[in-house]
Structure formats: structure tokens, C-alpha cells
């Protein structure tokens, strides 16, 4: 496979695990797979120093000003960060992010030398609906799909709930996506798949042809199963 898989781990509102920000912890790339963590702004500092790839959860597309709460994507590069997540579902949720508001973000992350991971996919009430195509479109619609980012395909009925996307669903959309991109970054663009994915379902998920790695939730808090997703990853980029 010409991509190189990419496991993130978002510890959400979450403090690290024990341990995890230490040189020796599993939350390192390893020889095939790039591996990041996505921390609260609080604990960035002590991944950076760790030698993580890491990333803000959040970064606003302003550099700075009036916006209590906020922190820009400036400031994260300039604090070390690599990457930022970009309007995953919950801040669409819960801090009413639209389409356009993630786009700007992507756009602000990359003019700072930011590598954003833009998050997209639909709820349960549009897949009842069949309407997941569509929002997955007008999802993608304003990204900047001609530079590097990475999106992140995480089902909301997915996150956090068990209720993994067989193998099938995750592929057929990853395949969607992927066809919408521009010719020129259809081979390079990584897609991951993020949704309740653990040790146990991620072997045959990251075997799909358009699924290039995992953002991971629940067990990217557990070292152990995220480890044996890492190890899993791995073996699978060595076979190929
Ligand atoms: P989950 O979360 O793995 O706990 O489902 C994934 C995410 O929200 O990125």
C-alpha cells in the first residue's frame, strides 16, 4: 500500500493515561505506522516533550482575539503541535461548528504548516434516512481536498457507542470519499476510520482498500488495546 496507515488517538476531555507521555510509552510511530495523539490543550506540552506526534482537538481559524475559551491554530503550531482535528462531530454537536466553519479551520491549520484531520459523517437519523452520500458531499464540499489533509470518517452512531460500521459500510463510504477527492491526491489523501474501533475489529477494518488508519476514542485511553491496535497496524503494513 502506497499510504502509510495513521492510528490517532483522541483522549477527548480526558486526562493522558498513566504513563503515556513518556519516551517509552506506546503512543509512538512506529517503523510503518504513524502514530499521534490528540490531547486537551493541557496536556499537549508533556506529549510534545515525549516525542509524540501530536495534535490540538480544536484550533479556531482566527489568530487571535475576542474568543474566550478558544486557542488558534497559530498558537498550537507554535507550541509544537503537528496536527489538529477539525470539526469532529461532537463540536459540530455541541459548539454548532458548520460545514463552513470546519473548512476554515482546515484552511487556517494548513497556512500555519498544520496538518489537519477533518472529521465527517453522518448521524443515525440520515443513515434511517439513507441521506449519508449526501452529507458526506456537502461535508467535503468547501475543504481545501487539493492540499494535504487527512479526513476522518467517524459515523456518529459509531463514536463512543459499540455499534462499530461493519467492514462493508466504512469501506463503501471511504470509497465515496475517495472519489470525490481531486485526481492529483486520490493515491496520497489518508482516510481513517474512527467509530468504536478496538483491538478486535480493526484487523479486518484496516484491511479495506480505502481505510488508511484509525481515529480512536475509548480505547486510545486504554495503552494496551491501543498498543495492540498500533501492533495490529504494523503487522498488517509489513504484509503488504
Ligand atoms: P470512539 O471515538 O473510538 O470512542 O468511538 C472515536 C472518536 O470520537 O474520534
Redesign the pocket.
Known sequence: MSRRILIAG?W?MNSAPEGACTESSVYHSTEHVDVAVFPTFLDLEECIAAGILTGGQFGHPEAHGAHTGDISMAMLKDNGCSMVLCG???RRDHHKETNAHVAQQAKAALEVGLHPIV?IGETEAEREHNEQEDVIRRQMADLPLNADITI?Y?PVW????GNTATPEQAQEIHALIRSLLPEERTESTRILY????KPSNAQELLLQPDIDGG??????LEPEAFGEIIAIAEQLSQDN
Open positions: 483522541n477527548k469532529h462531530s461532537e472529521c476522518a467517524e459509531a463514536i463512543g457507542t474512527g467509530g468504536s474501533m481515529l480512536i476514542g475509548g480505547a486510545s
